[in-house]
């Protein structure tokens, strides 16, 4: 199972950007997938997560802000990044947690994409 996110890029405070995060392989079925940042010197967090039903979690300093969406047509899963400030500069991972087609559930990450807000 490989995860490919793509999205980042360099934005002025107050812009938007949206990341996206393909789940690719030998897949039987995508449980919660979700968004977590990484900043130098601190442990990654979460941002936001979505379950296979819909229901979504945030975490409050993007809360308003950022939109976790899910298409399991194509087992991709978007963050709408809105109202940016320079507190959301960070290195951005894309998470599922998959049944696999051998049978078992596994968490797994995807390559990290780099969003910073400066101007």
């Known amino acids: 199972v490989q995860l490919q996110a793509s999205g980042g890029g360099l934005v002025q405070p107050g812009g938007s950007l949206k990341l996206s995060c393909v789940v690719s392989g030998s897949i039987r079925r995508i449980n919660d997938m979700g968004w977590y940042r990484q900043t130098p010197g601190k442990q990654r967090e979460l941002v936001a997560r979505i379950s296979r039903i819909g229901s979504t979690e945030y975490a409050d300093s993007v809360k308003g802000r950022f939109t976790i969406s899910r298409d399991d047509t194509k087992n991709t899963v978007y963050l709408q990044m809105n109202s940016l400030k320079p507190e959301d500069t960070a290195v951005y991972y894309c998470?599922?947690?998959?049944?696999?087609?051998?049978?078992?559930?596994?968490?797994?990450w995807g390559q990290g994409t780099q969003v910073t807000v400066s101007s």
């Open positions: 998470n599922a947690n998959v049944f696999t087609a051998n049978w078992r559930t596994s968490d797994y």
